[in-house]
Every structure is written in structure tokens, then in C-alpha cells.
């Protein structure tokens, strides 16, 4: 059943404002359809703050830039609706000049999901199924395309009264540049404006005087000052609610005036400290980009018996045929997740780093995990040489003498040897040749060593070392050989609010195909 249409409309009084005049219409959200960040919101999904003024219109989902708050929103069964009204200020118009100009036309919802009101598909998408709407945000790109701003109602002119409903210099000037008034009459308002000074409370008046010129250069007071005298600067700023005033008055607390250490001399903290950690993919970074999973089920298919044309004498014999078969080729691919309960004391009152450090380290254990998995199921798939008509394969006794077996191999299937990965013996062995020991080709060849990296390379061919591969071997393959497929990470965050924790989810899915075992080779140096 569809969920019947629902609107919610903020109970204000209008005669405060005029609110055609200051206006941003769009549509905030889709339901039933994934976003660029594997999000589904179904209809029905979402309920807004009461009242509806306390949904707020931000920034860029930054909650210290404020522009309006929502007045109306509708909902239907493939999307909601909503309008914003934007107050006067400079901030409200550079967000109406801004949506108008196609610059921040898009439209983000944020919500925080009740604890069993979201869900995970086969594919990986979370889908919203409870939530509460706190604020949208003006963005750049959304993540629903479709999420975009229809309308924008910015008229600041004067009524036809002559009134000057004008208050500000700052809305005078978005007139002036929306072309609604013209210069004379801008500057006929501007002189018609009252200048306000912002008035301290009283319980602040004894406190020192703030400066008239917000604009002016900090200096420093020959005189000490206590924390006291900073906090009543500071507060009597606050309250005039004026950021000019507020940065004015900032400005003119100076390390040098902190004597008692309100502001330096406490510990520094430097954040997460760096420790030596491996990264990168390296095996499954050899066979290209991973493939974007899009199921659970990598299905392909292979000759089995390929059509083979035949010489022909022609004269209306029948012409040579044989029976081509092919074969289908599965893999399966596997789920990566990770969960954590984390309190949220280390986010609110921590370093507000902290959980982006966390994403990162399960991101880089994620990495080297996943690559160890793929590494183990390729060795696995590997050929290794076998007894063919009773004669035994040539044993090796060199690390060089086991690369160029390798690479005969591979060229007798029509294959390339483009990687080469050796146990970590075999790769000191390799590094210890002299120019003496090596054959012709390879002392002729352009090519060099990292002790560093572990990777050596020989013209096109690239060599490493793998601390995971026993004692002995080397394993050389064509990067054709297998394909990786795989869903990016990603990261979901739910607010736990009964018990004032935050939810951080991992989640991933790959898998690797063999295209061909032949195609890598693992050999043993006796």
C-alpha cells in the first residue's frame, strides 16, 4: 500500500516577515532509490523536529552556519518537498544569491535513524526505514540528483508604499544587485538607515567599553589580564549578537596578556602518533582496478572447445566441423563488516579527529586483509610443473633458473609473465647477484632493486617480495589470469541515544574469478 501524501506547515506569525519575499522550495529528498552513497530512504521514513521551525536550513551539513529554518513540507510516495524561510543577513543572502546563481542548487537531508529503523540490502545499500529530520542542507552535489532547489524568492525591494522595508545595508545592496532598485535609490535608502549600535546588558555595563571601530588592529594592554577580564569582554560581545563586534573583542585577548595561563601553557596535544604500518593492495593492485561488484554472483563462461576451421580440398566436399562447447565459470563473493559502539565521550568532548582516525585504521586493516584473502585463493589456484609421459620437470636449483622456467611456461599457453613475487630468501638470493651471474639478457636489461620496497623490476617485468609465501617459492602469472571484484567500503554512523553512544558500521564485499590457472605458476627453488 502507498503511503498517503503528508504535509506539515510551521505555525509562525507572518506579520513578522514577509515570507514570499525570503524563500528556498525544492526537493529535499527521493525515496526508493539508491543515493551516490548506497543510501535508500523509503517513503514514509521520515518525521521532521516539532515544531517545524526547529529543522534548520545549513551549509554544507555544517551546523555553525545556520541560513533559515523549514516553514512547509509534503510528502508522497516518491519524494518529499519542502520551504525554507532565510531571515535578512549577509549569511541568508549569500545562500539565496548562491541557490539562485546555480551554485548551491542541491538539497541534503540529514536525519538520525532510530536504533531499529535502518536496514542492509544484498548490494550493501542501507535503507532508512525510521527517522527524524533535523536539518537540509544547501549543497554543491547532492546525493540524490534529483534533490534540487525549484524555486528561490530573494525580492528585498521597498513596497509600493515608498515604505522602506529595507532594515539593513546588507539587504539594500542584494536590491541594488538583483536590479530592483536603482543606484539613486539605493543611496536614498542607505541615508534613510538609523545607525544601531548594539547595547550590552546591564550586568556587563561596568565592563570594558567595546570598541566602536569592529575593523580595528588587536594591540596588547600594558597591564596583565585576568581570565575574568577576557570572559566579560568576550560575553558583553556575545550578547549584542553582532560577529563583528564578537571578533573585535577577541582579537584583543593576546598570548601576552595571559598571565594566568587561560589560553597557553597547557599540554600540547598532538593526535594520533605516527606507527609503522604496511599499506597497499599489492596482489590485488596487479591484476587493475577491482571490478565494481554489483551481486553476490560473478558468472562468466569459457570455451571448452573452441571452433577449429580445417584445411579444405573444396570441390563441393563437406566441409570440416568440429563440436565447440564452452563452460560457465562462477565465483562467489564474501561479506567484510565491522562494528563498533564507541561512547560518545571520545567524539564530544575528545579530538575531534578521533572518528576519522577510526574510519582510517579499519579502512588500512581492511586493505591488508583483504589482499592476504586474495593472495591465498590465487596461490591456491596456481599450476605447478608435474610429471607429463613419465618425463619429471627440471628441478630448480636457482632463483633465476625458477623465474625462467616460469616464463617458458607461461609462453607455451600464450601468456605474458607480467608479475613475479618471491619468498623473502629467494628475493635477498635475487638481490645478492652480481653482474657476473647474470645472464645475458638480464645483465643487458634496464632494471634495479629496492631494499626499501621490497620490489625489484626487469624492463616491463615487476618483481617482490612477500613475507606471506613459504620458504622456497616464487609464483609468476599473468595479471589476466584472475579478475577481483569488489563494493567499496563504506561507512554508516547511528546515534544510540538511550545509552549516549555512536554506532559506527564497516562494510565491504569481494571476491576473486580465476580466468585461468594456467596462467599462474608456482614454482619451488630445491
Not at 410 to 427: K, N, Q
Not at 496 to 513: C, E, I, N
Amino acid at each position: 500500500m502507498k503511503p498517503k501524501p503528508l504535509r506539515f506547515t510551521a505555525e509562525v506569525n507572518l506579520s513578522t516577515f514577509s515570507l514570499s519575499a525570503r524563500t528556498i522550495t525544492g526537493t529535499i529528498t527521493m525515496f526508493g532509490v539508491p543515493s551516490s552513497d548506497s543510501r535508500i530512504i523509503e517513503a514514509g521514513a521520515i518525521t521532521p523536529r516539532d515544531p517545524l521551525t526547529r529543522v534548520k536550513l545549513l551549509i554544507d551539513h555544517d551546523p555553525t552556519q545556520p541560513v533559515g529554518y523549514m516553514m512547509e513540507l509534503s510528502q508522497t510516495d516518491t519524494q518529499a518537498d519542502a520551504t525554507f524561510y532565510i531571515p535578512a543577513g549577509d549569511a541568508g543572502d549569500a545562500a539565496l544569491q548562491s541557490a539562485q546563481d546555480g551554485l548551491r542548487d542541491g538539497l541534503s537531508v540529514g536525519l538520525i535513524s532510530a536504533a531499529d529503523g535502518y536496514t542492509f540490502d544484498d548490494f550493501g545499500n542501507l535503507t532508512v526505514t525510521k527517522a527524524e529530520m533535523y536539518e537540509t542542507s544547501l549543497v554543491a552535489i547532492p546525493a540524490f540528483q534529483d534533490a534540487q532547489v525549484t524555486t528561490v524568492a530573494a525580492a528585498l525591494a521597498a513596497s509600493q508604499k515608498g515604505e522602506n522595508s529595507m532594515k539593513t545595508s546588507a539587504e539594500i545592496a542584494a536590491a541594488l544587485a538583483a536590479g530592483t532598485i536603482t543606484q539613486a535609490q539605493a543611496e536614498q535608502l542607505t541615508a534613510g538607515l538609523t545607525p544601531v549600535r548594539p547595547v550590552a546588558p546591564a550586568e556587563f555595563t561596568a565592563g570594558p567599553e567595546l570598541s566602536p571601530a569592529p575593523s580595528a588592529p588587536a594591540f596588547t594592554m600594558p597591564r596583565p589580564k585576568s581570565l575574568d577580564s577576557v570572559t566579560r569582554t568576550v560575553s558583553a560581545a556575545m550578547a549584542t549578537g553582532n560577529t563583528r563586534e564578537i571578533l573585535a573583542a577577541l582579537e584583543d585577548v593576546v598570548p601576552a596578556d595571559d598571565a594566568g595561563q587561560g589560553y597557553i601553557g597547557r599540554e600540547d596535544w598532538m593526535g594520533q602518533l605516527w606507527a609503522a604500518t604496511k599499506t597497499g593492495r599489492p596482489w590485488i593492485d596487479s591484476f587493475g582496478v577491482p571490478r565494481q561488484l554489483t551481486s553476490m554472483k560473478v558468472k562468466g563462461w569459457q570455451w571448452d572447445v573452441r571452433p577449429k576451421p580445417a584445411k579444405y580440398s573444396g570441390g563441393k566436399a563437406a566441409v570440416p566441423s568440429n563440436k565447440p562447447k564452452t563452460k560457465p565459470v562462477e565465483s562467489t563473493a564474501e561479506r567484510w563488516a565491522g562494528g563498533w559502539d564507541i561512547d560518545r565521550i571520545y567524539i564530544d568532548l575528545g579530538d575531534p579527529a578521533f572518528l576519522t582516525d577510526f574510519w582510517t585504521a579499519a579502512t588500512l586493516e581492511y586493505q591488508l586483509d583483504s589482499d592476504f584473502d586474495i593472495a591465498t585463493k590465487i596461490l591456491a589456484a596456481a599450476t605447478e610443473p608435474t610429471e607429463v609421459d613419465g618425463i619429471t620437470p627440471i628441478v630448480d636449483t636457482t632463483v633465476m633458473g625458477a623465474i625462467v622456467g616460469a616464463a617458458t611456461s607461461l609462453r607455451r599457453i600464450g601468456a605474458s609473465m607480467d608479475y613475479v613475487t618471491l619468498a623473502e630468501d629467494l628475493f635477498e638470493e635475487y638481490a645478492a647477484l652480481k653482474i657476473t651471474d647474470l645472464p645475458a639478457w638480464l645483465a643487458n636489461a634496464i632494471g634495479g632493486v629496492s631494499l626499501t620496497q621490497g620490489t625489484a623490476s626487469i624492463g616491463e617485468l615487476s618483481i617482490r617480495a612477500d613475507e606471506h609465501m613459504d620458504a622456497g617459492t616464487i609464483a609468476a602469472y599473468d595479471k589476466r589470469a584472475a579478475t577481483v571484484s569488489e563494493k567499496s567500503p563504506f561507512q554508516v554512523q547511528a546515534l544510540d541515544v538511550s545509552r549516549g553512544g555512536v554506532d559506527l558500521g564497516f562494510y565491504s564485499y569481494g571476491g576473486v574469478t580465476i580466468n585461468d590457472p594456467r596462467a599462474i605458476v608456482l614454482r619451488t627453488v630445491a
